[in-house]
């Protein structure tokens, strides 16, 4: 059964510093491409960064120069560098791979930015 799944979150103060994962198991074929999504209390989950095999990437305007998203070269792990996390970057982020045409989702892990 293939799974995504993300680690990496927790507690930071502002400024401070994370790096989500995502790992794709139980799949013998590569994503074609890996999103980070985040939803934060009583707001619509939106997309924070993504990348495509080519490795080309993409930024939502509120992480650019903040947030860099890599992966491995078999493109089954992503990654989110999360640097000078500010209190609005506080959500649950959710991994999404795009595998052969359907969309996996991860179960999330919690980022808390707090003072």
């Known amino acids: 059964q293939v799974q995504v799944m993300e680690s990496g979150g927790g507690l930071v103060q502002p400024g401070g510093s994370l790096r989500l994962s995502c790992v794709i198991s139980?799949?013998?074929?590569?994503?074609?491409?890996m999103s980070w999504y985040r939803q934060a209390p009583g707001k619509e989950r939106e997309l924070v960064a993504g990348?495509?095999?080519?490795?080309?990437?993409q930024y939502v305007d509120s992480v650019k120069g903040r947030f860099a998203i890599s992966r491995d070269h078999a493109m089954k792990t992503a990654y989110l560098q999360m640097n000078n996390l500010q209190l609005e970057d506080t959500a649950v982020y959710f991994c999404?791979?795009?595998?052969?045409?359907?969309?996996?989702w991860g179960q999330g892990t919690q980022v808390t930015v707090s003072s």
């Open positions: 999404n791979a795009l595998i052969r045409g359907v969309a996996m």
């Open positions: 139980g799949s013998i074929y590569s994503a074609n491409a």
């Open positions: 990348i495509v095999s080519g490795g080309d990437t």
